[in-house]
């Protein structure tokens, strides 16, 4: 059974700072891993997309990494930003017709940026 | 464009009635999931419909279900609810190419 866990659950740092989120999964056959920001009460944004085949995407200050073999992703936000203030979601969904469509996330890492 | 949309936003019911939820996918989209997501946890998936079939089903009761519709929209029913049913219910919409799921904004459900 996939079981996605984000460490650490809250983070606060000071405005400038370069952050990494980080995210692990236990069954690397996955599709595909996807980055969401959810602000209280709201829906999922996505921020990035990473095929299976793929090691890394860039949006902006945002980069996120995946290496399949450890089961391991992560976010990396650039010069942070008060507006950055949110909960990050990673969610990976596996490979296989049964998994279709179906994301497995993670619990989130809730960032603070203090002006 | 209009992202993916639902309606309401919040909704106050008691235990035992029944709701329905309803979401309009990003047009073009084909397929539709829900999820539904307990404060302070990430969203667990409830189903997910393509072209008006039902092409996955998440570890839920069967007080749950779903339907979509010709034009992809689809709706979520829930009968006989429970107190932990209150929770935020989101909706995602995925495209045909590299399937990102994009979501809605979510209907808040209270059940009293």
């Known amino acids: 059974k996939q079981e996605v866990t984000q460490i650490p659950a809250a983070l606060s740092v000071p405005e400038g700072e370069n952050l990494v989120l980080n995210c692990s999964f236990t069954d690397s056959a996955i599709y595909n891993l996807q980055w969401f920001r959810q602000d209280p009460g709201k829906g999922l944004t996505s921020l990035l997309l990473?095929?299976?085949?793929?090691r890394e995407q860039t949006s902006g200050r945002l980069n996120a990494s995946l290496d399949k073999s450890s089961g391991r992703s992560t976010l990396y936000i650039a010069a942070s930003q008060p507006g950055d203030s949110a909960t990050y979601l990673c969610?990976?969904?596996?490979?296989?017709?049964?998994?279709?469509?179906?994301?497995?996330f993670g619990q989130g890492t809730t960032l603070q940026v203090k002006p | 464009d209009t992202g993916v949309t639902q309606s309401p936003t919040h909704l106050i019911k008691t235990r035992g009635q029944q709701v329905t939820l309803r979401c309009s996918p990003i047009?073009?989209?084909?397929?539709v999931s829900w999820y539904q997501q307990v404060l302070g946890q990430g969203p667990q998936f409830i189903f997910q419909y393509y072209e008006k079939e039902e092409r996955g089903r998440g570890n839920f009761p069967d007080r749950f279900s779903a339907r979509q519709f010709p034009n992809y929209s689809s709706e979520l029913n829930v009968n006989a609810l429970l107190l932990g049913d209150s929770a935020l219910y989101l909706c995602?919409?995925?495209?045909?190419?590299?399937?990102?799921?994009?979501f809605g904004p979510g209907t808040r459900l209270t059940v009293l």
């Open positions: 995602a919409s995925e495209g045909d190419r590299e399937n990102e799921q994009f």
């Open positions: 969610a990976v969904i596996g490979s296989g017709s049964s998994n279709t469509g179906k994301l497995i």
């Open positions: 990473i095929q299976s085949s793929q």
């Open positions: 047009s073009g989209h084909k397929s």
